[in-house]
C-alpha cells in the first residue's frame, strides 16, 4: 500500500509562485512515473506535468515554459515549481504515481487527496 501526502497548495497573487510537494510512503513497491493533474471547478481533471525514473518529462501545453516537475527518488518525492501563475492556473491539483508492487506483481496507481491553488488578479 503507498499513501501520499501533498503539500504547499495556498493563495498567491498572479506572477507569483507556488511549489508543491508529494511525498509517497509504504513499503513493497517501486515507483516509476509521477506527475501531476489538476481539475478546475466544472472542468474534467488533466495531465499537468509526468516525469519518469529516467527523468524524461512531459508537460501540458499551458504550464510549458512556467512549471517544472521534479523528483527525488531518495525521499519518494515529486515536486511541481509553478511560476508566473494565472487566474487560469486556479485548480485542486492532485499528485499520482505509478508503481509495480513487488507482491501482488503488478502496476497500479496511487493519487494524492489534493491541495488547492488559487491565483488572485
Known amino acids: 500500500q503507498v499513501q501520499l501526502v501533498e503539500s504547499g497548495g495556498g493563495l498567491v497573487q498572479a506572477g507569483g509562485s507556488l511549489r508543491l510537494s508529494c511525498a509517497a510512503s509504504?513499503?513493497?513497491?517501486?515507483?516509476?512515473?509521477m506527475g501531476w493533474y489538476r481539475q478546475a471547478p466544472g472542468k474534467q481533471r488533466e495531465l499537468v506535468a509526468i516525469i519518469d525514473r529516467g527523468d524524461n518529462t512531459n508537460y501540458a501545453d499551458s504550464v510549458k515554459g512556467r512549471f517544472t516537475i521534479s523528483r527525488d527518488n531518495a525521499k519518494n518525492t515529486v515536486y511541481l515549481q509553478m511560476n508566473s501563475l494565472k487566474s487560469e492556473d486556479i485548480a485542486v491539483y492532485y499528485c499520482n504515481v505509478d508503481v509495480f508492487d513487488y507482491r501482488l506483481g503488478t502496476r497500479r496507481d496511487y493519487w494524492g487527496q489534493g491541495t488547492q491553488v488559487t491565483v488572485s488578479s
Open positions: 509504504g513499503s513493497g513497491f517501486r515507483i516509476n512515473a
